[in-house]
T-cell receptor, first 113, second 113 residues
Framework: DAGVIQSPRHEVTEMGQEVTLRCKPISGHNSLFWYRQTMMRGLELLIYFNNNVPIDDSGMPEDRFSAKMPNASFSTLKIQPSEPRDSAVYFC???????????FGSGTQLSVL | DQQVKQNSPSLSVQEGRISILNCDYTNSMFDYFLWYKKYPAEGPTFLISISSIKDKNEDGRFTVFLNKSAKHLSLHIVPSQPGDSAVYFCAANKYNQGGKLIFGQGTELSVKP
């Protein structure tokens, strides 16, 4: 299996621009998670989906952030407009059922200038 | 409110010796705990887990100990190898609640030859 695939690996953008991060979960996994890693807050859960339905988005920082999962093999995390404080590594992870052993992608390093 | 805490940001150990990484949690509802390992520019990978019905779980060189009364767990690596150098994250959740994991800040382990 190819594992969880995230794109792009790096994104550099200017404040105010829209940013879209993409994720392809492992085939057969029906839970998908978006995490963010920063020096200050460590790894924090933003949102997770089960069977393509958002279950908990309480970690989404504000309305500038939105996530979708149109089908079982694709998800996006969008930031509009982006701000310098959004600079972080964003990880996507997937799991099967209620298994807590998450499989993470390699992450997207986002820099907002 | 940091529900999972790893108070040591870094640890340095000599090759062949034991590495002990510590983790404390505050939420008494947590009953499933995991350790993840992360290399630079990669996503975290699952290492070992333990449920609250146990106080020890072993997998090769890696052993996790859980002290529920103290709300403390530790990861022991014996013997430590240079390839173990990475950031180790402790995570916690309620069993069967899916992957909504609460992560600690991480401890960077350096194993010196």
């Amino acid at each position: 299996d190819a594992g969880v695939i995230q794109s792009p690996r790096h994104e550099v953008t200017e404040m105010g621009q829209e940013v879209t991060l993409r994720c392809k979960p492992i085939s057969g996994h029906n839970s998908l998670f978006w995490y963010r890693q920063t020096m200050m807050r460590g790894l924090e859960l933003l949102i997770y989906f089960n069977n393509n339905v958002p279950i908990d988005d309480s970690g989404m920082p504000e309305d500038r952030f939105s996530a979708k999962m149109p089908n079982a093999s694709f998800s996006t995390l969008k930031i509009q407009p982006s701000e310098p404080r959004d600079s972080a590594v964003y990880f996507c992870a997937s799991s099967r059922g209620v298994d807590q052993k998450l499989f993470f992608g390699s992450g997207t390093q986002l820099s907002v200038l | 409110d940091q529900q999972v805490k790893q108070n040591s940001p870094s640890l340095s150990v000599q090759e062949g010796r034991i590495s002990i990484l510590n983790c404390d949690y505050t939420n008494s509802m947590f009953d499933y705990f995991l350790w993840y390992k992360k290399y630079p520019a990669e996503g975290p990978t699952f290492l070992i887990s333990i449920s609250s019905i146990k106080d020890k779980n072993e997998d090769g060189r890696f052993t996790v100990f859980l002290n529920k009364s103290a709300k403390h767990l530790s990861l022991h690596i014996v013997p430590s190898q240079p390839g173990d150098s990475a950031v180790y994250f402790c995570a916690a959740n309620k069993y069967n609640q899916g992957g909504k994991l609460i992560f600690g800040q991480g401890t960077e382990l350096s194993v010196k030859p």
